[in-house]
């Protein structure tokens, strides 16, 4: 017989290296014993997750990738930069067929000539509607990405993290080891101790630098999120939450109730929805909580669009 079945889950073929395998922890890359092409089932998957990947390294050095749908939101569309047209401050990118009303969009700038901010960014059917601080002109830039429920990712996620800010000056480099200059970009401040932006989001080799509207010294932090065409790489994060909450407001700090979500996640947020110039200052993650503090009381007036990573 070519196959040996075992009743724990794994197939082996003749070369005694696995052809099937499943388990609560996805094999580390660079491990043996995986021929190309093994399938592996995560058997515990959590919401975000991927529940099925396979080897696209050899049998002494494996890289499993994610294959198929994911349990919770995924990255369904990005691209960027998409230079702006200008004209006024309400920004349309159109899609046709691929942006749906339930998704969920995230947005910045990756290229900018100055300190504009973007004040909010909602997906509708085929479009993601960018309404800027000041017309843009056609010296802005931006990048995008789509979350959508139990899709088939198009994107997955390099690196993220929470950067302290060193300071010097406005441009803040944060080494991120093997990212990629074609990789996208997104951020927020995890702290502040005033009311700074930030302008823009670039990656280049190793290095992801923001660009914030004044120098940031010691003072601020920044959580940042790295993707990449799918199917080449291990991610290191999913995505455990994503979605919208309009604000309730009485106070700058918006507590938003997330159940599961830890202090240990890694935020990302924007506003989807506005009525003036506001911009979020900070945000900040305790267990089941993520507290949006913004540049004034929110009123009932505006949205947020987040998603929480989480370290597979």
Not at 117 to 137: C, E, H, K, R, W
Request: charged share 15%; proline share 4%; aromatic share 6%.
């Amino acid at each position: 017989m070519g196959v040996t079945n075992f009743p724990n889950g794994i197939t082996l073929d003749t070369t005694r290296n696995k052809s099937m395998a499943s388990g609560s922890t996805v094999p580390a890359t660079g491990s043996a014993g995986y021929n190309p092409g093994c399938l592996f089932i995560k058997s515990d998957v959590a919401l975000g997750q991927a529940p099925r990947w396979v080897n696209i390294g050899t049998a002494a050095s494996c890289t499993f990738v994610p294959d198929g749908q994911v349990y919770g939101y995924g990255i369904k569309l990005a691209e960027g930069p998409v230079t702006s047209a200008g004209g006024d401050t309400t920004e349309v990118i159109t899609r046709s067929g691929m942006i749906l009303s339930t998704d969920i969009a995230i947005v910045n700038h990756e290229v900018s000539d100055d300190n504009d901010q973007i004040v909010s960014a909602m997906a509708t059917d085929n479009t993601i509607t960018i309404v800027g601080s000041a017309d843009p002109l056609n010296a802005h830039g931006y990048d995008y990405a789509v979350l959508r429920n139990k899709c088939i990712p198009e994107w997955d996620i390099v690196a993220a993290g929470t950067h302290t800010t060193v300071g010097g000056a406005a441009a803040e480099a944060i080494t991120v080891t093997g990212v990629l200059a074609t990789d996208m970009a997104f951020a927020c401040y995890g702290a502040t101790n005033d009311s700074d932006t930030i302008s823009d989001i670039v990656c280049t080799a190793n290095t992801v630098t923001v660009t914030c509207s004044a120098d940031p010294s010691t003072a601020h932090s920044l959580h940042y999120v790295v993707i990449r065409s799918r199917g080449t790489f291990k991610p290191s994060h999913y995505i455990a939450y994503a979605g919208k909450h309009t604000t309730v407001g009485g106070a700058a700090a918006e507590a938003v109730t997330i159940t599961g979500a830890l202090a240990t996640d890694i935020p990302i947020v924007i506003y989807n929805t506005t009525d003036d110039t506001d911009s979020i200052l900070k945000v900040v993650m305790t267990a089941n909580t993520m507290t949006v503090t913004c540049s004034a009381d929110p009123a009932a007036a505006h949205g947020f669009s987040y998603m929480l990573l989480r370290a597979y």
